[in-house]
């Protein structure tokens, strides 16, 4: 079982910078796979990014490549995604999941573990 929280969402203007976090708890997290996800009103929800806790390993959606970046803080248990260039179709419930796979998953129905989201609101 692993458990996720997230946070840092907020109503932002475009062009701005956010970084929101994902701490992880729960037994043996860092041999899951972690992604953040991302659902606007009235669309399904989307892959983002997602890495190993190795941070060897990396995925990005073409949408974000070049302007949002993954890390890790092994000591505070937890995985950040940092938000440049922020568009107003960046808005969404962004959330962060956990999966024990092979890779990197980037479908929303590999991933087991979910956060409860934290809203992110690009004005233009």
């Known amino acids: 079982q692993v458990q996720l929280v997230e946070s840092g969402g907020e109503l932002v203007q475009a062009g701005d910078s956010l970084r929101l976090s994902c701490a992880a708890s729960?037994?043996?997290?860092?041999?899951?796979?972690m992604g953040w996800f991302r659902q606007a009103p009235g669309k399904e929800r989307e892959f983002v990014a997602a890495?190993?806790?190795?941070?060897?390993?990396?995925a990005y959606a073409d949408s974000v490549k070049g302007r949002f970046t993954l890390s890790i803080d092994n000591a505070k248990n937890t995985v950040y995604l940092q938000m440049n260039s922020l568009k107003p179709e960046d808005t969404a419930v962004y959330y962060c999941?956990?999966?024990?796979?092979?890779?990197?998953?980037?479908?929303?129905?590999?991933?087991?573990?979910w956060g409860q989201g934290t809203q992110v609101t690009v004005s233009s």
């Open positions: 729960g037994r043996d997290f860092r041999t899951y796979k």
């Open positions: 890495m190993a806790w190795s941070g060897v390993s990396t």
């Open positions: 999941a956990a999966v024990r796979a092979f890779g990197i998953p980037t479908m929303t129905s590999a991933y087991a573990y």
